[in-house]
């Protein structure tokens, strides 16, 4: 079966630079990130800034690396290149409700400068990875506290950290390393509880399916690995998915679990039905290299997706019949 992909709108106005992280939320906007400095959140349905007529965020001065958005699309987290992390009230006051600077001297030498965070799902707390390879947790909450770093869960290697995500259930975090690697931690015991060495290098994106139990993966060595983590042997490694003839930026599962969402240096996105772990279709973009993708989380998740590109752009496609997003 392959399926087609149709480009519906693309964002009326573009960032400065490559987009390096999207989040089509549950609001049905957008949040995007860029190598700009730049936190936007676009309307779906056209693709114009939203609210309208409300500046987002002063730019930061360096670009932006990582984006976690709340489940009710109210709260987006996101983190700059040296290590600062902002929490932006996104569907409410429009202003930054937190900052932190992870780089900052603290007694903690086992964290250090975060470059990817991810929210927990209940919101208040959030995990950082990076320079120091551990995953720590902070308080996630507005106010003076925000950042202060409550634990540091080791993985027993200095790999630094380019991704990580809470799963949905909120029990586990997974980290991708600069070398392939990549260490399951688990919450509650604050333990290391396993390592997939699935991949040859960086591992660029993690994705969680809306269950907890598989786990995606996308690497610099052009591949995409899906693990079922309730499974030890193969390493948790259920399917390969090949096909892109470069690094693989940014993956995303959709909320049904049905199919895989990748895009790429090779300038295209493709999607990918789990079950039968091929390719369905490929979209090429015209903007360059994709860094960021993710699905329709306020409708049908697997009729339509999203997209960044090294131009600047945010881009939304759909299925033909699938209805408008």
């Not at 676009?42 to 001065?61: C, R």
């Not at 049908?300 to 600047?312: E, I, L, M, T």
Request: net charge negative; hydrophobic share 35%.
């Amino acid at each position: 079966m392959s399926l087609v992909f149709l480009e519906a709108r693309t964002s009326t106005e573009k960032h400065g630079d490559s987009v390096w992280g999207l989040s089509w939320t549950s609001l049905d906007t957008v949040i995007s990130i860029s190598a700009d400095g730049a936190i936007r959140q676009w309307a779906s349905p056209s693709g114009q800034p939203h609210p309208p007529n409300v500046m987002p965020p002063k730019p930061h001065t360096l670009g932006l690396t990582s984006l976690s958005v709340s489940r009710d699309g109210q709260k987006a987290l996101y983190n700059s290149v040296e290590g600062t992390t902002r929490l932006w009230d996104a569907g409410g006051s429009g202003e930054v409700a937190g900052i932190f600077e992870s780089f900052a001297k603290s007694e903690d030498a086992q964290s250090g400068p975060s470059w990817a965070v991810s929210l927990h799902p209940e919101g208040e707390t959030y995990a950082s990875t990076g320079s120091s390879g551990n995953v720590t947790l902070h308080d996630a909450r507005p106010g003076a506290d925000f950042g202060r770093r409550l634990s540091t869960i080791q993985s027993g290697r200095n790999k630094f950290g380019l991704s990580c995500v809470f799963a949905p259930d909120g029990k586990r975090v997974a980290m991708g390393s600069e070398t392939g690697q990549i260490y399951l931690f688990d919450v509650e015991s604050g333990m290391l509880a396993n390592t997939y060495t699935s991949h040859a290098m960086g591992v660029r994106s993690l994705a969680w399916s809306s269950d907890s139990q598989l786990l995606l993966s996308a690497s610099e060595d052009k591949r995409m690995v899906l693990h079922d983590v309730r499974k030890s042997e193969h390493g948790g490694s259920v399917a390969t998915l090949t096909g892109h003839s470069s690094w693989v930026l940014s993956a995303d599962i959709s909320a049904d679990g049905r199919y895989a969402l990748s895009g790429s240096a090779d300038k295209t996105a493709k999607v990918w039905d789990l079950q039968t772990r091929a390719a369905v279709s490929t979209v090429t973009q015209d903007g360059g290299e994709v860094w960021s993708v993710a699905w329709n989380r306020a409708g049908s998740a697997s009729g339509a997706f999203v997209s960044g590109s090294d131009d600047g752009t945010v881009k939304w496609y759909r299925v033909p019949g699938a209805g408008d997003e």
